[in-house]
């Protein structure tokens, strides 16, 4: 071996000072786990106008009903109270909620239990999954066939419209085997079928029209364009169902795409699915509604003021074929909304006796009630003044902000396009079983890791030791991960990966001392044999430690819920049992170990 | 390489070909009595309870059948006090299994822990995202042995990583262990682990090819076997350790993904020792495919 003027076994300065860097940040961030979680309510008054609570009014209206209150705190507008019992969580937001009324919104959390200088760090404890913590879980399948299939209707309906409006006599509309649609026509009305399919691109830039030479033409949809009509649906379905349990005041749910067609939902904390079915499994419906000064029905609108409408609408939002936000000539941003045939002459005939007048857009839900009825649950989202004689392509101006259009956009699409949902799964896991997991799973690691500790001290002794100073600030060090990186989930199988991480953390240092063992027997001095182990077993560390990372991160990619814990947990395992493995261990060697005089080398 | 075979080498083909003998008792099983897959991949309502006293089986199943009309098996989970209530999906309305437990009048009480209604569509799609995380895996590791080495010694990790999945399938199969969404993590993991036991020799046997050591190749291989063989029983041991520490105590949601993972490493451990040497061995591996002018960043690259 070649010598470097390098001495061997030592460290710069800088290296002994990213490895103590590096274990504060991780230390400290999975200091919050020992002091754990506390159920909390959030209430927030929903505008500046409204008083602030006063804290002792609550903690005696809690009290009354039976809710142990740990204190009350007010920050901002904002309260927060804390429960001593996370079981009356629920039915603490249910009180507060109903006393309150629509001033205050009352949701559901969870609050850190650490002292307050390690909170102002920002330091977290780890989330803890459904398994863990317990709650409901939905998964539903979003039946975007049905959708499409509703859509290819709608465009043979406007095509034989515009055949009829044109007079296109004698055409005739089909449907190939492939199920795109095909029209077949008679030579005479050449003139008009071009006209008619010019008209239909404007309504539908999307379809591709192919001539064929015998007198007919094959419209369908590209298969790109199936592609992101379906991508579209799903995220418009997810942002409902966000805004919806938003609604439900559950803070921390989760609302994620699970493969091609489903949403999973998960809503920790909650223990009564049937209010959160009710909410989650509703559809959604929107009309365009004339205002008026008398009779009719009165309706909320999002600035908070009443607004009577018409009953009948102008139109319906299933006239809706697209709506984008964008900017208008002046700069201000409006919605572009783009209407159907039929659509499009209920809105002409309309805006031509209505110009300069208001008219109002209606967002109504179809809630299943306690006796499983349907409700219908309607607010006004937006009101705007009619500036000309509208067509089948319009904008709506006059909102307050950029987001208020893409919402408004992403609303009225949803509207037209939405796909029906049905919940194809329901999971609901008392709090006592994720209680008794957390307990299973921390007997398990400390079983696990205490074997580790004994094993390695007793086969190994002083380099032992040093291993198992390695490895239990790898669970520090993991724990620190865990808790820091925003997303990651503690579940029952993601601590099965922890403590198969524990047992596989060992390898690296095994593999090091084996080494070690073996060029002390070929009659090196320890100083070389420390060097030359490290340096030997690093590439086989290495590939052992990808090829796990690989699987890790694929079993992150496909896996859901649970399953996506154990891949995080298993990813970030192999991360940190290499830093404590390979250059933790090594510093400590290093320090203690070579520290020692060895008059051959210097 | 004609020679009788003698101690270690007879040692390592006597597990060589009985592992090829299991291998095919394993599809055999596979084929002849499939797998008893769980509700994750099936669809199916599951109903954890618990009671307050310990109560023997007939006394709950009594009890259960005055309330639940549809058909249902009910499973013992931990001690006397905790069951599963499982029952198949009827097409109509999802069972709400967990209210009628209300209903039930005996002389222990009744309370529910866990209620699922799993639909078979999510676990159809489900079992798609499974086989092809599996198949990515595999494809994912073929790849990375290919670029680190010599298709001969690569190929003898592939076949010790198809065996130990094959046989941990044929394992579930064949005792019928109920095959869960945790039992595919789980057998990911084995791929993985099993890459990681073969690796560690092939690395050696690298290292003492590059090195031009005297001795046959047999001889060789034996050497890098027995000078890791420490190594590899020390990490199959501490693996094993925690497996069980997890199979034991961590209860019955983890017990399909801990049986996978014992008999995983279990057969991971095996192989590494008597297949991902032998077949590159069988294969006529040659030290002239690892000398270092072939590929000169080797494994002082790292550092």
Not at chain 1, 74 to 83: G, W
Not at chain 1, 323 to 340: K, N, Y
Request: aromatic letters at 6%; hydrophobic letters at 45%; a negative charge.
């Amino acid at each position: 071996m070649k010598q470097t003027h390098k001495p061997i076994n030592r460290y710069s300065k800088w290296q002994y000072i990213v490895i103590i860097f590096t274990l504060i940040i991780l230390g400290l961030n999975a200091l919050p786990n020992w002091f754990g979680e506390k159920a909390a309510i959030h209430i927030q008054s929903s505008s500046t106008k409204v008083a602030t609570l006063d804290s002792s009014n609550l903690y005696n209206l809690l009290s009354e009903q039976g809710i142990d209150v740990e204190f009350i705190e007010q920050k901002n507008n904002q309260s927060v109270v804390l429960l001593q019992n996370e079981s009356q969580q629920q039915n603490a937001r249910d009180i507060l909620d109903s006393v309150l009324g629509d001033n205050y919104s009352v949701a559901m959390a969870m609050e850190s239990a650490s002292p307050s200088w390690l909170k102002k760090m920002g330091a977290k404890p780890v989330k803890l999954g459904l398994d863990l913590r317990g709650g409901v879980q939905f998964v539903m399948e979003v039946d975007t066939d049905a959708a499409i299939a509703e859509r290819e209707a709608k465009i043979k309906e406007d095509l034989s419209q515009l055949l009829r409006e044109f007079k296109a006599h004698g055409s005739r509309i089909g449907t190939l085997q492939d199920g795109s649609t095909v029209l077949r026509y008679p030579e005479r009305v050449d003139n008009q079928i071009s006209q008619v399919m010019e008209e239909l691109s404007t309504l539908y830039p999307e379809l591709s029209q192919v001539k064929n030479s015998n007198r007919e033409i094959v419209i369908g949809a590209n298969e790109q364009f199936a592609q992101t009509h379906h991508q579209e649906l799903m995220r418009q379905n997810i942002t409902t169902m966000r805004d919806r349990i938003e609604a439900l005041g559950i803070t921390e749910a989760v609302v994620q795409r699970q493969g091609s067609n489903f949403i999973r939902i998960e809503l920790p904390g909650v223990q009564d699915p049937s209010q959160a079915r009710r909410i989650i499994g509703a559809t959604a419906s929107l009309d365009f509604h004339q205002l008026q000064a008398q009779g009719g029905s009165l309706y909320k609108s999002n600035s908070g003021e009443m607004v009577r409408l018409n009953n009948s609408p102008i139109l319906s939002g299933t006239h809706i074929t697209d709506a984008r936000s964008q900017f208008g000539e002046m700069g201000l941003p409006e919605v572009f909304i783009t209407l159907d045939s039929a659509g499009g002459k209920l809105m002409s005939d309309f805006t031509k006796d209505n110009i300069g007048k208001p008219m109002a857009t209606l967002y109504s839900e179809y809630l299943q009630n306690e006796e499983g009825e349907l409700e219908k649950n309607s607010k006004v989202i937006s009101v705007a003044t009619i500036q000309a004689h509208l067509g089948s392509r319009f904008t709506i101006s006059g909102m307050e902000s950029v987001q208020a259009t893409q919402d408004l956009a992403m609303l009225l699409k949803s509207g037209s396009l939405t796909a029906p949902v049905t919940i194809v799964e329901e999971r609901t896991l008392g709090p006592s079983l994720g209680e008794q997991n957390i307990n299973n799973g921390m007997a398990a690691i400390m079983l696990g890791l205490g074997m580790m500790l004994v094993f390695m001290a007793l086969w190994y002794r002083k380099l032992g030791l040093i291993a198992n100073v390695a490895l239990i600030l790898n669970v520090v060090c993991l724990l620190g991960l865990l808790s820091l990186v925003p997303g990651a989930v503690l579940t029952l199988p993601g601590i099965a990966g922890f403590v198969l991480t524990i047992g596989m953390a060992i390898d690296t240092n095994v593999l090091i001392f084996e080494r070690i063992k073996e060029e002390l027997k070929r009659g090196k001095s320890t100083a070389l044999a420390i060097h030359h182990g490290y340096k030997n077993a690093l590439s086989t560390i290495m590939d052992a430690n990808i090829t796990s990372l690989i699987i890790a991160l694929i079993l992150f990619s496909v896996g859901y819920g649970p399953i996506k814990g154990f891949a995080i947990t298993l990813g970030f395992g192999i991360l940190s049992s290499m830093f404590t493995g390979i250059y933790v261990s090594r510093a400590l060697v290093n320090t203690f170990i070579t520290k020692l005089p060895e008059p051959k080398k210097k | 390489m004609k020679t009788p075979k003698t101690g270690f080498t007879l040692a390592r083909y006597i597990g060589f070909y009985s592992s090829l003998v299991f291998i095919l008792l394993s599809l055999l099983t596979m084929q002849l009595k499939g797998f008893n897959f769980a509700v994750d991949f099936t669809g199916g309502v599951i109903t954890e309870i618990q009671t307050d006293q310990p109560v023997n089986e007939q006394q709950l199943q009594t009890a259960l059948t005055s309330v639940i009309k549809e058909p249902f098996t009910l499973i013992n989970v931990g001690s006397d006090l905790q069951w599963s209530i499982r029952q198949g999906i009827s097409s109509e309305k999802m069972p709400e299994t967990s209210l009628l437990m209300e209903s039930i009048s005996a002389d222990f009480s009744i309370n529910v822990l866990s209620a699922s209604v799993i639909g078979p569509q999510v676990g159809d799609e489900l079992f798609e995202a499974g086989a092809l995380a599996i198949i990515a895996s595999l494809v994912a590791m073929l790849i990375y042995l290919s670029l680190r080495f010599e298709w001969r010694l690569a190929s003898g990790s592939v076949v010790a990583l198809f065996h130990d999945i094959i046989i941990v399938l044929g394992v579930f199969s064949l005792l019928q262990i109920e095959f869960d969404l945790t039992v595919l993590a789980a057998l990911l993991a084995v791929i993985g682990y099993s890459l990681n036991d073969s690796i560690v020799i092939a690395d050696r046997i690298r290292e003492m090819l590059r090195t031009k050591m005297k001795g046959s190749l047999n001889g060789i291989i034996n050497k890098a076997i027995l000078s890791t063989l420490t190594r590899t029983l020390i990490t199959s041991g501490t693996t094993l350790g925690t497996v069980s520490a997890i199979w034991l105590l961590a209860g019955q949601p983890l017990e399909g993904f801990s049986i996978a993972l014992f008999v995983g490493i279990l057969v991971g451990t095996f192989s590494s020792v008597c297949i991902s040497a032998t077949v590159p061995e069988l294969l006529n591996l040659k030290r002239e495919h690892y000398q270092i002018e072939e590929k000169p960043e080797g494994v002082e690259s790292y550092n």
